[in-house]
């Protein structure tokens, strides 16, 4: 039956789109959905983005949480009142609260690990190597559904737990309440050697973290990449608050981290399949500012499980016509996606839907067609729309509901057709000149299935393209990892040789659940690919009794380890390796490290397979080879801080160290050398003053980076004095300054640029 009652008529303001939205579309829709009631009583988890200042004292104002703040983003508690508060303010530039589906990065169904990422000299100090590298001084921060803190792979000899610090973000222990972030529990080492953690572990976490870190004292089996890291963990809130509990996680591990004077590599193995896939939100963007804040940070994040789903839609108009098919959600009682795009890759593009009956494929209903531009204001706010279309057969309405909201120069657009009954499905159309991309899929994104091979004219199809996880894994600072396979069989507890292979996927080659690059922006991702298609690793003690007693087939002989697959096993190994590299290098940075993954990535047949150009969206630069990322890390000279010509960049001894005055000329030890603010952001102040006995001859100030080489040179011609550097002169990292003065070095200091 037809629905005559369509819609064919929409009264609008046609308004150029130039401001942009102040908060996201699920903040906006919870504030719409609440506006009878009480906005003081109703508290969210959200980022802030603007003048750090003002948003804190507004927020302490109204009796909210202002947790921290980084750079220009902070993370907060607050009231819906005080968010209306923060709108108003010219000073606050946007606030975000999203609600997404939280994915654990394991794809449900050791020494081959160690071999395949060549790690076996690396951790004996063979090869060119001058010594082992196991982790030793770093901190390996794993974010995660909770840990296995009494299992032998994550103690010491002296069965002392090798986890520092431990936050359950949903713990309600009343002893131990994490006061700073005002939720969950947390617990120090003393605690936990004590035995005072009430933690629950968790059987992921605890695989991951064996992969990263596991130090085989169960069984000496199944040795992790980085053995003699510290550990810190989060177990995350896998419910509706997983973004802002996400953010806090890597927070406090940095801080934590910061607090012991250590370098930290944190991995994160769980995702969501949501957002932009551009790295724009603000959770992505605080994350940013953290990562560029210090060096001795990293962020490894697995790539996400879907290569063999077809839930993302890419259209390229070109004054042509795309149709898609979108199906009924009947949990939700509704047809819906978020679709995103470029502002100018959308303004010239119109839509509409049209209710197409499933076996005649007629159309009995359509909406007129839609403009961004022609059709919706924002004036600071997210643009909304709604219209009754009809109403069914049952008397139900049949309502349509669109959300635009502009951030950055994007566009995120949020479709809602809302029915209590399935009539049929929905036709999304597009004409025009554009290009805009979708994911959607009701196990991966809470919203409609998109349909696939529909016989109609100007039909478009989903894809795999692009299935990555979304927000910061889509980020230029964070190394974003795939899977190859593993291991083609293990030996289970009752003894049986298990096969664990996958057919057409064999070993060594891309694991058939590994998603695929790129950004929607074009950005390369992945960065690389370890192997994570079966691994052996730890698991809580509770499901190791309970797999012994029903002889689960993918428990290790040794009754202490299981196999699982999935990117969720191949980012750790990654993170084992960074926090191997910070052993080496603990003054790089984020881009250090991407650099280093990418540059030591080792090529085989199996790596072109797909495609010959490199990097590719399949593998990115290649395969995780942990001995040539700590090679070619290896800088030659003096590292011994009492010897005169000590460098601080160096990362291996060449035996050059000098300790008399004979050999070399002094380096003074009084203060003729000062740097304001140091670490610096924004300029730098250098002051100097040569000492008394020093004639003024060819003196100057030098700057070097972390690999020797001169960025900044200034000649001085006078005894004394001062200068600024912009900080456009300078990526962020590490630095050597040198004051020298007839051919000898006067005083030197370390720079960091944030």
Request: aromatic share 12%; net charge negative; proline share 3%.
């Amino acid at each position: 039956m037809k629905y005559f009652f369509v819609l064919f008529l929409f009264f609008s303001i046609s308004v150029f789109a130039q401001q942009s939205s102040k908060l996201n579309t699920d903040l906006y829709i919870q504030m719409k959905s609440t506006e009878y009631q009480n906005y003081s009583l109703i508290y969210v988890p959200a980022l802030v983005k603007g003048n750090l200042s003002t948003i804190e004292q507004i927020i302490k104002e109204d009796g909210g949480n202002y947790k921290y703040g980084v750079k220009d983003i902070a993370s907060v508690r607050i009231s819906l009142a005080t968010i209306d508060r923060l709108l108003k303010n010219s000073e606050v530039q946007r606030i975000e609260s999203r609600k997404v589906l939280l994915k654990n990065l394991s794809y449900i169904e050791d020494t081959a690990m160690l071999s395949n990422n060549n790690v076996f000299d690396v951790h004996s100090g063979g090869g060119l190597l001058p010594q082992s590298y196991q982790g030793e001084g770093v901190l390996i921060g794993v974010i995660d559904d909770g840990f296995e803190w009494q299992h032998p792979d994550f103690l010491n000899p002296d069965s002392s737990t090798r986890i520092m610090h431990l936050w359950d973000q949903v713990s309600t222990d009343p002893l131990y309440q994490e006061l700073f972030y005002g939720y969950g529990a947390s617990w120090t080492n003393t605690d936990i050697n004590n035995f005072q953690c009430s933690h629950l572990p968790g059987d992921h976490g605890s695989h991951v973290m064996g992969t990263a870190a596991g130090n085989a004292s169960a069984s000496g089996k199944y040795l992790g990449i980085a053995p003699k890291a510290d550990l810190a963990c989060v177990k995350i809130d896998e419910g509706l608050t997983f973004l802002s509990g996400f953010v806090d996680g890597v927070n406090y591990l940095f801080d934590k981290a910061d607090a012991s004077g250590q370098a930290c590599a944190i991995n994160s193995s769980v995702g969501s399949y949501s957002s932009g896939h551009d790295g724009k939100d603000l959770y992505s963007q605080l994350i940013d500012n953290m990562l560029i804040a210090k060096s001795g940070r990293a962020l490894i994040q697995a790539g996400g499980n879907e290569r063999q789903t077809n839930f993302h839609l890419q259209v390229d108009l070109n004054n042509n016509n795309s149709k898609t098919w979108f199906d009924y959600d009947a949990i939700h009682q509704r047809t819906h996606f978020f679709l995103y795009a470029d502002t100018a890759e959308f303004n010239q593009v119109s839509f509409s839907f049209e209710l197409i009956n499933p076996v005649t494929y007629q159309t009995e209903a359509q909406t007129t067609s839609f403009n961004i531009l022609q059709d919706f204001t924002f004036n600071g706010s997210v643009a909304y729309f709604s219209q009754v279309l009809f109403t069914d057969t049952s008397g139900s309405p049949v309502t349509l509901e669109i959300y635009v909201d502009q951030y950055e120069d994007a566009y995120e657009v949020y479709y809602v057709i809302s029915s209590l009954n399935d009539l049929g499905n929905w036709q999304f159309t597009t004409s025009g000149v554009g290009k805009y991309d979708i994911w959607s899929k009701s196990n991966l994104t809470s919203t409609s299935d998109i349909f696939q091979n529909i016989n109609i004219p100007d039909y478009a199809n989903p894809d795999n393209d692009q299935s990555i996880v979304g927000f910061w894994a889509c980020s230029d600072k964070v190394v974003t990892v795939s899977s190859y396979q593993n291991r083609t069989n293990m030996v289970n507890w009752n003894g049986d040789t298990v096969n664990i292979s996958t057919a057409g996927y064999p070993k060594y080659a891309i694991s058939h659940f590994s998603s695929l690059g790129p950004t929607r922006t074009g950005m390369q991702k992945p960065n690389l690919t370890a192997p994570g298609g079966q691994v052996m690793s730890a698991a809580k003690l509770s499901t190791l009794a309970y797999y012994i007693s029903i002889n689960y087939s993918y428990l290790d002989a040794d009754g202490w380890h299981i196999s699982n697959r999935g990117t969720s096993m191949a980012a750790p190994m990654v993170t084992g390796a960074v926090a191997l590299f910070f052993q080496c290098k603990p003054y790089a940075d984020y881009h250090d490290v991407i650099q280093g993954l990418q540059n030591s990535a080792k090529l085989d047949s199996f790596v072109v397979a797909q495609v010959l150009a490199l990097p590719n969206v399949h593998w990115g630069y290649g395969k995780l080879d942990v001995y040539k990322l700590i090679e070619n890390c290896l800088i030659y000279g003096c590292t011994d801080t009492a010897a005169i010509n000590y460098n601080p960049f160096a990362t291996a001894s060449d035996s050059s160290c000098i300790y008399t005055t004979a050999q070399v000329n002094l380096i003074s030890d009084e203060l003729t050398l000062n740097c304001q603010p140091n670490p610096f952001f924004n300029t730098i102040i250098i002051e100097y003053l040569l000492p008394p006995n020093e004639e003024l001859n060819n003196a100057s100030i030098t700057i070097y980076n972390h690999i020797g080489q001169t960025v900044y040179r200034e000649i001085i011609n006078n005894r004394t004095g001062n200068f600024n550097i912009a900080n456009n002169q300078f990526s962020s990292g590490t630095y050597c300054l040198v004051l020298e003065n007839n051919g000898k070095k006067i005083a030197l200091q370390q720079l960091i640029k944030i």
